[in-house]
């Protein structure tokens, strides 16, 4: 039933956009993956979501890393792990890439943040280390991969911290130099403005990655047409969740019945056919 997971890797190729869903379950990532999605990132918002905590280095690197992994054992897609600032210094990246590679996870993101870090969205700004020390870190995770597949996405908070563009790009330009594999450029600006002046100006040196949560109507053949080569859609399945189990339990409480529900749900033979069950009966 389970079949060996092509690397990340192999995905990102000239001319062709890799769509990533977010997910904090291997069900969510299994839904995505249904859906037609290339790979599904592990999101730290989703996953300490999950657990109704802050996305602020509250949970552990273990705690993230089962996530993941349990994500990727269900997916035939690869898991992108977003690692945060990398749970600490040098030790701690270097200690995280053996961790997630023996998991079999082939592609993570890194960010240029202190740690403990704090979700994009609530930063307060002055959360960024500086270049030489963020390249340092990339050197360290570059340095600890065993196989060459591994995939380090160096991810750079500049705009998110309310520095220029330009800034984005010579952090981009340092990262690319200490060995990344791809720069993911956040914004949290209401259009892409940003990181459409970032893409003009990176002339492709590196694929690069994009998140584009406050820039929703950005259609994914524009950005491939800019130059995109990965887009995350980082936590629509989160969001989605809490919209739907909230009009569904509300629902149960204010009719107290459950029949108009039912044809909205997810019938129990599909829940049985998500869990593959007729292999598992097959078994005994
Ligand atoms: C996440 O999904 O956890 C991300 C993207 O890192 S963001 O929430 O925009 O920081
Ligand atoms: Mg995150």
Redesign the pocket.
């Known amino acids: 039933m389970r079949t060996p997971v092509s690397s990340f890797r192999s995905l990102v190729q000239p001319g062709r956009l890799v769509r990533v869903a ?1 997910a904090h379950t291997a069900l969510g990532g299994r839904l995505a993956q249904e859906a037609g999605f290339d790979a599904v ?1 592990s ?4 996953v300490s979501a999950s657990r109704v905590l802050p ?1 602020a280095s509250v949970l552990t690197m273990t705690e993230y890393l089962e996530a993941a992994a349990n994500m990727q054992k269900a997916l035939g897609v690869p898991v992108v792990a ?1 690692c ?1 600032s990398g749970y600490g210094n040098n030790a701690n990246a270097q200690h995280m890439v053996h961790e997630y590679e023996a998991a079999g996870i082939t592609a993570i ?1 890194v ?1 240029d943040k202190k740690f403990p870090k704090m ?3 609530a930063d307060r700004g002055d959360s960024l280390v500086s270049t030489e020390e963020f390249c340092r870190k990339l050197t360290t995770a570059k340095d600890a991969q065993t196989s060459s597949d591994f995939f380090v996405i160096a ?1 750079t908070e500049a705009l998110i911290n309310g520095l220029p563009v330009t800034e984005a790009l010579s952090r981009a330009h340092a990262y690319a130099g200490a060995g990344a594999d791809a720069i993911l450029i ?1 914004s ?1 600006e209401s259009t892409n403005r940003q990181v459409l002046a970032f893409l003009e100006k990176w002339e492709g040196r590196l694929p690069v990655v994009v ?1 584009p ?1 406050t820039y929703p109507d950005w259609q994914a053949d524009h950005m491939a047409a800019a130059g995109v080569s990965v887009v ?1 859609y ?2 629509h399945g989160l969001r989605a969740t809490i919209t739907s189990l909230r009009h569904t339990y509300s629902s149960i409480l204010t009719n107290g019945d459950t029949t108009r529900l039912e044809e909205e749900l997810a019938p129990v033979r599909d829940v049985f056919a998500l869990q593959e069950l007729p292999a598992w009966q097959a078994l005994d």
């Open positions: 977010g990132w999101s730290s918002l989703e996305d977003d945060d993101s960010e979700n994009s969205f991810r956040h949290k998140v949560t995350i980082a936590n």
